[in-house]
Structure formats: structure tokens, C-alpha cells
């Protein structure tokens, strides 16, 4: 009975490609965190580089400046690998990309402001300094993250944060420095940086969201990809994974060739036996149903314990069916004579063979999809198998199958029992299958002809 915690659990569980879409946002958020890494020791390298002897009279001032601007870049530092460490040791919660991003913003917007108070600017000039031009890569962390609205809110707080800067703060300039830059910092100017900013920060919203869309729907083919790989013949799979569920479910009727194959004595066989023999050896007989189908371009369509169907469709398809027959029955005598000198028991099968109509289609809900034939080619197919028993044949072929192949089936031969063709068939006495009323003209292929 089903545990209301675990009803619970089921019933918030996160849908897959949600959860791919967080891990994808996780691993955005490592590269931002090295990005963010090598931007402040890059900072630093080039401030270090370019910083010389400060003049006498402007000692004390750019003393403290670059003490702040030092300071800054630490902490940026620091940010970068905290945020980094987070990442990696499984710490961080898609939560802090919101406070990581406000204060990737702040680091920009404050050491602008500090530089307007160091040097007693008024905010006209907001646009002068170093600082503001780290407005491109502020907006372009967030836009790695691929949420749109994360980009909105970064783009809102670094414009925001400008226009108070440029606007707000006030402090008059003496005249001879007025008179310089009263036309680079006055009110149109800035409206046109700041409009720039704006633009550049739509783009990167629209590139965000056309990422996130671009990489949702990845993520969504990868699932249904996945499930069609996981629940389907892989060669079906790679056919089907470009078309919609709706409209691989609808099916079709087409000629296909039919084969089973079943494992003789099973059943007696495994009773008693340890577990973990009778998986071995189921192992072992599906190793050589997949490898038989490979070889001829077969589809395994189902195994059902010790019993497996193919279908075979296309071009040559009868004949790629009788040569997967022959193939799996050699395989099957190589591993019987393996085990026999082994000193254990020998492998029988039975193999049945027929070529009609199906209808062909996928089943089933996304959670479980089923490729099926269904339709009398099938069951005559099966009925063949279960023939073999009785015949003392390994391989029972219908006479449409060995005509859709190109073998010559006379009539001559169907009616007296001789062998009609060069591939060692013999002719069977016609079998009325259970299920229909007129006699199946068979041939069939003992152990021995079979397995050379």
C-alpha cells in the first residue's frame, strides 16, 4: 500500500526537464562564478600595471581611491570564489543567483559613486568614470543565466542605479572645469548613455529568453528521445524521435515479416534452479536474438521470458527474416556444443516464420510507450513456432514467407512433401492453424540443416 509521505513526494515531484533546466542554470551559474574570478584578477593585473606614482598634490586623494578600488576588487574576488565554492560543493540554491546578481550590480554601481564622492563630481559626470563601463559584463553575466527575468531586474537595478547617480547627486564643479565638460555631462548626453544601456539591456533580455526557450525545448526532445530510446527498439527509436507523440500512435498497416523464437524445455529446465543461472542463461539466448536481429536489420520487438519476437520491413525484408533465422540458429548450435562440452545441458529452439499484413504502432501513455504488430500474420507466426514441437523442426517457414523472399516453393512440391528450394526447406504436410480455416502451406528446417 502506498505510504502518504510518498504519495506526497510523488505528487510535488519535479517534472525532468524543470530539474535539467535548474541544473542547467546551476552550471551557468560555475561559469559565471570563473568569469567572475578572472574579471577581478584581471582588474587588479591592469591596475597595478597602469597605477605609477601619484602627483604631490593629488597624492592624498588618489591614495584613497586606490585603497577603495583595491578593496573592491578583493571583495569582488572573494564573491567570485564563494559563489564558486557553493556551486561546487553542492551548497547553492537557485535562490542566490538573485542576491549573487544584485551584488554583481552593486559592485559596479558602488565604485561608481565612491569615485563621484572621492573626487567631488557631481553626477553629470557618472558617465567619465572606469567603473560605469562595467556595465556590459554586469548585463552579460546575467544574460548566461538564461532567465529572462533576471534579466529584467539586473537591467532595472544597473539603469536604475545610473540615472540616480547621474541625477541626484549634485555638487558644483568650479568654473574652469564646468566650462570643459558642460556639454559631454549635460542632461541630453546622459539620456543618450543611459538610453544606450537600456537597448543593450532589452537585447540581452530578448537573447535570454530566446536561450531559455532554445534550451527548454532541447531539453524537452532529449526526454522524449530518452523515453523513445528506453521503451522502444532502438532502431525504431531513432526513426520516430522527430515526429510527435500523436502522431506515432497513429500506426499503420503494412507487409512485414514475422518471426518467434522460443526456447524448448524452459520451463523444466529452470525449476529448481539457482536465480542467478537461469538469468545467465537468459542473457545468453537474448545476447544472440539481439546480435541475429542486428546482423539483418531486425527489430526485436519484445522478449517475453525464454521467448522473443522479430519483425522484419523494408526492402528485402523475407529474406533478412529467413536470414536471421539461420544466423540465430547457428549461434544457438555453437552455444548448445559450448555447453555440452562444458557438461551441461544442450539449447533447443523453435523457430516460426510467416509474411503478411499487420497494423504496426506505438501504444501506450508517455510514462510507457510499446512499439506492437499486431493482426493474423502475428498469430500465424507464433502458431509456427508452437509447430515446431510437433513437427520435429527447428525453423518453420509459411509458404508466403519463402515467396516473399524469392525462394521457389512449387506447387508440386507443397503437395508431395519434396524439398523445393536450394536452401534445404522440405516441404510439410499443409497444418489448419487454430483461428482459421483454410490449411497454411508450410516448410520446415531440422536442427541439423539449420545449425551447419
Known amino acids: 500500500m502506498t505510504q502518504p509521505g510518498a504519495r506526497h513526494r510523488a505528487g510535488t515531484r519535479v517534472r525532468p526537464d524543470a530539474a535539467l533546466l535548474r541544473i542547467a542554470e546551476l552550471r551557468a551559474e560555475k561559469v559565471v562564478s570563473v568569469l567572475r574570478i578572472l574579471l577581478a584578477l584581471g582588474l587588479m593585473i591592469v591596475f597595478f600595471l597602469a ?11 588618489l591614495h584613497r581611491q586606490w585603497t577603495f578600488a583595491v578593496l573592491s576588487m578583493v571583495s569582488y574576488l572573494l564573491l567570485g570564489v564563494f ?24 559592485f559596479m554601481l558602488v565604485n561608481t559613486w565612491v569615485g563621484l564622492e572621492n573626487v567631488a563630481m557631481p553626477g553629470g559626470l557618472t ?52 566650462a570643459r565638460v558642460s556639454y559631454l555631462v549635460a542632461v541630453p548626453p546622459n539620456v543618450v548613455r ?38 522502444l527498439p532502438a532502431r525504431l527509436a531513432e526513426r520516430l524521435e522527430g515526429e510527435d507523440l500523436a502522431t506515432i500512435r497513429q500506426g499503420q498497416r503494412q507487409d512485414m515479416a514475422v518471426m518467434f523464437v522460443d526456447i524448448r524445455a524452459f520451463t523444466a529446465w529452470s525449476e ?22 542486428q546482423a539483418t536489420g531486425g527489430l526485436v520487438d519484445k522478449f517475453i521470458g525464454d521467448a522473443a519476437m522479430l519483425l522484419f520491413e523494408g526492402d528485402g525484408a523475407a529474406r533478412r527474416g529467413l536470414r536471421c533465422a539461420e544466423l540465430l540458429s547457428a549461434a544457438i ?15 533447443r529452439v523453435g523457430i516460426g516464420l510467416h509474411w503478411g499484413e499487420v497494423f504496426s504502432g506505438v501504444v501506450g501513455g508517455e510514462d510507457r510507450l510499446e512499439y506492437t504488430a499486431l493482426g493474423d500474420t502475428v498469430n500465424i507466426a507464433a502458431r509456427l ?16 514467407m519463402l515467396e516473399a523472399a524469392g525462394e521457389s516453393v512449387p506447387e508440386a512440391a507443397q503437395s508431395e512433401g519434396r524439398e523445393p528450394a536450394r536452401e534445404g526447406w522440405m516441404a510439410l504436410q499443409p497444418e489448419p492453424l487454430r483461428g482459421r480455416h483454410q490449411p497454411v502451406a508450410l516448410f520446415g528446417r531440422p536442427r541439423a540443416a539449420s545449425a551447419r
Open 51 to 61: 597605477v605609477g606614482d601619484p602627483p604631490k598634490d593629488l597624492a592624498g586623494f
Open 194 to 231: 543611459l538610453t544606450m544601456i537600456l537597448l543593450a539591456g532589452v537585447v540581452l533580455v530578448v537573447a535570454a529568453a530566446a536561450m531559455r526557450s532554445l534550451l527548454h525545448r532541447s531539453l524537452i526532445e532529449t526526454k522524449t528521445r530518452l523515453s523513445l530510446t528506453r521503451y
Open 127 to 178: 558617465f567619465l568614470l572606469p567603473s560605469t563601463w562595467l556595465v556590459p559584463l554586469v548585463l552579460a553575466f546575467a544574460v548566461l543565466r538564461f532567465n529572462p527575468y533576471l534579466q529584467i531586474y539586473c537591467v532595472a537595478l544597473t539603469v536604475g542605479g545610473l540615472a540616480a547617480l547621474s541625477f541626484m547627486v549634485d555638487i558644483a564643479l568650479p568654473e574652469d572645469i564646468a
Open 385 to 400: 513456432e508452437e509447430l515446431t514441437k510437433v513437427r520435429g523442426m527447428e525453423v518453420i517457414a509459411s509458404a508466403a
Open 272 to 293: 529448481g534452479r539457482d536465480p542467478a543461472e537461469v538469468g545467465a542463461f537468459v542473457t545468453e539466448f537474448r545476447i544472440r536474438v539481439q546480435d541475429a536481429a
Open 83 to 106: 559563489s564558486l565554492w557553493l556551486v561546487r560543493s553542492g551548497r547553492f540554491r537557485r535562490w542566490m543567483i538573485w542576491p549573487v546578481v544584485t551584488l554583481d550590480c552593486l
Open 333 to 347: 548450435g555453437d552455444w548448445s556444443e559450448a555447453r555440452r562440452a562444458e557438461g551441461r545441458e544442450e539449447v
